[in-house]
């Protein structure tokens, strides 16, 4: 059974900074790709980024504020998000594909495991 808990969310201030922690357990870490996705209220849920085992791949809007990494020794990824914006506010959930295609990579869809989310609120 797979599964992939977040933590780290919180309440931080404008400016401020969060590191995300996504967990895995039940499935070959090393050989998946691993994804942040978020969704605000009213919105539709987006790509952050992604890390594959060579590469990370980032959304438009991050615009060099967050960095995705992963430790296949403790079968975790992380996203540190600075300088973060009252736009950043949404639920940030990790999710894991078996296969990495550069074209789909900001699709959901093509995601096979997802965790439950964490809250991130930033405040103005």
């Known amino acids: 059974q797979v599964q992939l808990v977040e933590s780290g969310g919180g309440l931080v201030q404008a400016g401020g900074s969060l590191r995300l922690s996504c967990a895995a357990s039940g499935?070959?870490?090393?050989?998946?790709?691993?994804?942040?996705?978020?969704?605000?209220?009213?919105?539709?849920?987006?790509?952050?980024?992604?890390?594959?085992?060579?590469?990370?791949?980032?959304a438009d809007f991050v615009?060099?504020?967050f960095t995705i990494s992963r430790d296949n020794a403790k079968?975790?990824?992380?996203?540190q998000m600075d300088s973060l914006e009252p736009e950043d506010t949404?639920?940030?959930?990790?999710?894991?594909?078996?296969?990495?295609?550069?074209?789909?990579?900001?699709?959901?869809?093509?995601?096979?495991?997802?965790?439950?989310?964490?809250?991130v609120t930033v405040s103005s």
């Open 27 to 58: 499935l070959s870490f090393s050989n998946y790709v691993m994804g942040w996705f978020r969704q605000a209220p009213g919105k539709e849920r987006e790509f952050v980024a992604c890390r594959n085992g060579v590469n990370r791949y980032y």
């Open 90 to 119: 949404a639920v940030y959930s990790c999710a894991a594909r078996g296969r990495f295609a550069i074209a789909t990579m900001k699709y959901a869809a093509m995601y096979d495991y997802w965790g439950q989310g964490t809250q």
């Open 75 to 79: 079968n975790t990824v992380y996203l």
């Open 63 to 65: 615009k060099g504020r």
